[in-house]
């Protein structure tokens, strides 16, 4: 994925989460956008370019940092981990498919948003948060889960219309290209 679109994509997940979904939809019910970004960047990564993929899942952790008011770099870590977890996952998983993608973003939701619970205290000094805080974490990442699938694919659609494949692991040959 070029960086010019990534930025593009990240710009529109920055003005719709900090715009209207806090506004209009409660902390328990409001998707993770960011983390299916990671997500979809991990999985679409094309072979050996994983550093690539893991500087835009730094970046999309760093933005979703600077407009959090938690320390800077705790998302842009969490996030380069998940994206380094989902990297190693796709060689196991089918990354093209909509329904892996939002498996691995529930996950990496799931757990990041944990450890940030965590970090923040709301974990009472336990390893897992408070259980209402944790009700919170899991309805959350559930519908990240339910938001990613839509997301994938239309991010997919994105990527067919521009002449790229659909996968971006996928050779260029089966488009018509040259590898």
Known sequence: MRVGSWLLALAGVAL???????????????????????????????????????????????????????????????????????????????????????????????????VAAWAAGRGGGRLWPMPGAFRGVLSASLVTACVAWPFFRCLDRLLRRKGKPRSLSASYDEVGGEA
């Open 16 to 114: 719709l989460a900090c715009g209207p979904l806090p506004r209009h939809v409660p902390p328990a019910w409001r998707p993770d956008l960011f983390v299916i970004l990671v997500a979809f960047a991990a999985l679409r990564a094309p072979p050996g370019r994983d550093a690539d993929a893991l500087a835009l899942c730094w970046m999309t952790g760093l933005a979703k940092d600077l407009l959090s008011s938690g320390p800077v770099g705790q998302y842009a870590l969490l996030y380069l981990a998940a994206g380094a977890v989902i990297g190693r996952m796709r060689l196991a998983l089918d990354a093209r498919s909509a329904a892996s993608g939002a498996a691995l973003a529930w996950a990496a939701a799931f757990t990041t948003e944990c």
